[in-house]
């Protein structure tokens, strides 16, 4: 086994919205999925594949997403507001987000004078 590691991440400028309540075209939520997904993807490819191997091959992973800035969202649109940064996280691990490897932490808000996402993840133990 090898020793634990923690990755901390931190996405300045990434704006989430709440899906509550959202009229949106299609064509709009999909350009604005895509672009966070591609904003969380670089952030990720920047910390190397050495970094991804290691935590893809570790027996589980702890993972949280901290969301900073703007006005408190509720838990449950907190959580969907940031299914666009989760699945491109596991795209980048290679492992499908619904496996029971990861272990999703419950995800958390902080105030901030910008905004940011913040990912924390932990090999070995817990975030």
Not at 91 to 116: F, K, V
Request: net charge positive; with cysteine.
């Amino acid at each position: 086994m090898s020793d634990p590691l923690t990755v901390v991440v931190t996405i300045p400028g990434l704006q989430l919205k709440s899906p509550g309540n959202r009229l949106e075209h299609w064509r709009a939520r999909s350009r604005r999925a895509n672009g966070q997904k591609d904003v969380v993807r670089f952030h990720l490819l920047a910390l190397g594949k050495g970094v991804r191997d290691r935590l893809a091959a570790a027996p589980r992973l702890a993972v949280r997403f901290v969301r900073v800035g703007g006005r408190k969202m509720d838990s449950d649109n907190l959580v969907a507001a940031l299914k666009h940064c989760r699945d491109a996280l596991a795209d980048w691990l290679q492992i499908d987000d619904g496996s029971d490897w990861y272990d999703w932490r419950w995800p958390t808000q902080e105030p901030g004078s910008g905004y940011a996402v913040r990912i924390e993840l932990e090999t070995g133990g817990g975030a």
